[in-house]
C-alpha cells in the first residue's frame, strides 16, 4: 500500500488517517516540506480553508503543495480541501489563496443557512452503494472546465443538482466529508490513482 500524507495543518486530521490506515496505508501527518516529499498520495481535509492557506504560507508548504498538486501528486480534497484544489473561488474570504489544480470554480459555503450542515445518500461515480455525506458548511461546484469529470450531484432538495464530487486526472474533490463513518471507498479511488511505479519507489 503507498504512504498517503495528510496535511496537518488544521482540520479533521485525525479522521482522514483512519479511513487511510484501514486501508492499510501508511500515513504521515505533512506540516512540513520533507514529510511532503514522502508521501505516493495526499489528503486536504476539512476544516477551514483560508486557516489552511494561511497556515501553509507560514510553514513555507504553500508552494511545495500547489508544485506537489500540479506536478500529479494524487491527491483527495474533502470540503475545505475541495475548496483549496480548485482554481477559482466565489464568496471566498478576501484575499482568500488556493493550491488550485482542478478547473473548477467553488462556491464556499454555498450550502444555506438551514442546510449548512446536514448528512444524506450521495451517489457517486465508481462505487456501487451511495456514500453516507456528511456537509458541514460545505462548498458546491459551480462550474467545472471540460477535463472535469463529475462524481457525484445532489440528488434532493433545494441544493438538487449542484455538483459535490469531482475528479480532473490525479485530482478529486468531495464536497462532504468521506472520512466519517467507518467508509474508506473514497479514499480506496484515491489510492487507486497512485501508478504502481511510485508506490514501489
Ligand atoms: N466552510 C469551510 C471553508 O470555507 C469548509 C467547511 C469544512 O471543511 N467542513 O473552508
Redesign the pocket.
Known sequence: QPTVGVLALQ?DVREHVAALERLGCATVRVRRPDELAVCDALVLP?????TMARLARSFGLLEPLREAVAGGLPTLG???GM?LLAERVVDGAEGQETLGGIDMTVR??AFGRQVASFEGAVTMAGLDEPVHGVF????WVEEVGPGVEVLARVDHGEAAGRIVAVREGHLMATSF?PEVGGDSRVHQLLVDLVRPRSRAE
Not at 476539512?46 to 483560508?50: A, D, F, H, L, N
Not at 458541514?136 to 462548498?139: E, K, L, N, S, T
Open positions: 482540520g476539512g476544516g477551514e480553508s483560508t474533502t470540503c475545505a475548496i464556499r459555503n458541514i458548511r460545505a462548498p466529508h
